[in-house]
Each structure stands twice: as structure tokens, then as C-alpha cells.
Nanobody, 126 residues
């Protein structure tokens, strides 16, 4: 049984930083595709960042590249999203996802991922 549990969300001022965590069980963060998506009110779930399967290659959306960093700790079976220089537009519920069979062409497609956490709210406000 796969379980993904996010933590680390909260309220932060513009320009601030947060680090999200996603603790995984039942799936390996080092051999699976793992990633982060976000969903703002009234909008579709959008890709943020991901690792492809069994590789260190990372992928980012244009809106977060250079500000966010995805990482993972195999020993803890946990992945992270370090978010810097946060903007109002980063406000959303952030979800982690995992998929041991995901093909590269699907990495930015939310509906193609098999496993999801319940999400953690990130609010950027002054």
C-alpha cells in the first residue's frame, strides 16, 4: 500500500522561503518518478518539479525554475521541495506524487501519475 504524506506548508511573506517534505511508504523515492504539483483555487493541477525514474535528472516548470529545488533522501524515503523567493502566484495546495512506472513523456501530466498525497497549503501573503 502506497502512502505519501506532505508537510511543511504554511503562511509566508513574498520573498520568503519554505521547505515542503513528502514522506513515502510502499514506494521507493529513489527508483520511482517522484514530483510536486500544485493547485490554486479555480485552476487545474499544474506541474511544479520532478525526478524521472531511477535517475538524478530533474525537471521544473518555467514558473519555478531557478527559485524551487526538488531533492530526495533515499535513506529516509522522503522527497523535498525547497521554495525560495516566493511570490503571490505560488499560493496553492501542493501535492507530492509518485509513480514507479511513469514514462518521461508523462512527467508533467498530472492525470498520468498513480499515487498522490493529500496536499499541504502554501499561502504567500503580506
Amino acid at each position: 500500500q502506497v502512502q505519501l504524506v506532505e508537510s511543511g506548508g504554511g503562511l509566508v511573506e513574498p520573498g520568503g522561503s519554505l521547505r515542503l517534505s513528502c514522506a513515502a511508504s510502499g514506494v521507493s523515492v529513489s527508483s520511482s518518478a517522484v514530483g510536486w504539483f500544485r493547485q490554486a483555487p479555480g485552476k487545474e493541477r499544474e506541474f511544479v518539479a520532478a525526478f524521472k525514474r531511477s535517475a538524478s535528472t530533474t525537471y521544473y516548470s518555467d514558473s519555478v525554475r531557478g527559485r524551487f529545488v526538488i531533492s530526495r533522501d533515499s535513506a529516509k524515503n522522503t522527497m523535498y521541495l525547497q521554495m525560495n523567493s516566493l511570490k503571490f502566484d505560488d499560493t496553492a495546495v501542493y501535492y507530492c506524487a509518485a509513480d514507479p512506472r511513469l514514462i518521461l513523456s508523462s512527467i508533467r501530466v498530472a492525470r498520468d501519475w498513480d499515487y498522490w498525497g493529500l496536499g499541504t497549503q502554501v499561502t504567500v501573503s503580506s
